[in-house]
């Protein structure tokens, strides 16, 4: 606000409807790079929330139809280690309010796969995964989990009980 005589007054903008926005972040978020959309997400809580129902809605974190098993050992990595992280935060949702669907294909040699399956990474995902929430942000209660693993050559007969009792869990919860 200006002092002076021949100052102009300040318009104040009408504010634009609230489905208007969702319509624009949902359109940015689909066709903006990865680093754009955060920074959408960084504008205010609400502008967070839409982004990132977008951005984490399915969680796909294999490449090539499952052959780079590094490239998918480090995306579960990061997905465990953006869970993690997002658990610390109670003000802030976290990932896992927003995933509806999860789909997982590994395709190698047991001596590459089986190192990604034990490491603890993906049954970190598989507990914190599509978990019940008082959340009202959350867009569907519908969920899907897709795992798809082939292990080429000989496979020894020990498996992972672990990863095995979380999975049984997981399809126990969906029955």
Request: positive net charge; hydrophobic residues 40%.
């Amino acid at each position: 606000m200006s002092l002076s005589p021949d100052a102009e007054p300040t318009q104040v903008l009408p504010a634009l409807p609230v489905e208007l926005i969702d319509d624009i972040i949902d359109e940015a978020s689909r066709t903006l790079d990865v680093s754009s959309v955060s920074s959408i997400a960084l504008t205010s809580h609400s502008f967070r929330i839409r982004a990132n129902k977008t951005r984490f809605s399915s969680l796909v974190p294999y490449r090539k139809e499952g052959y780079d098993i590094k490239h998918t050992s480090k995306r579960l990595q990061s997905l465990a280690d953006i869970i993690s992280s997002g658990r610390s935060i109670y003000a802030m949702p976290g990932v896992c309010e927003f995933a509806t669907s999860f789909s997982l294909h590994m395709i190698g040699y047991y001596d590459l796969v089986m190192p990604a399956l034990n490491n603890g990474n993906l049954v970190y995902i598989f507990n914190h995964l599509f978990r019940t929430s008082d959340a009202t942000y959350t867009q569907s209660t519908t969920r899907s989990l897709s795992r798809f693993v082939y292990i080429v050559g000989t496979v020894p007969v020990k498996t992972n009980t672990l990863m095995t009792e979380t999975v049984m869990k997981i399809c126990a919860m969906r029955n």
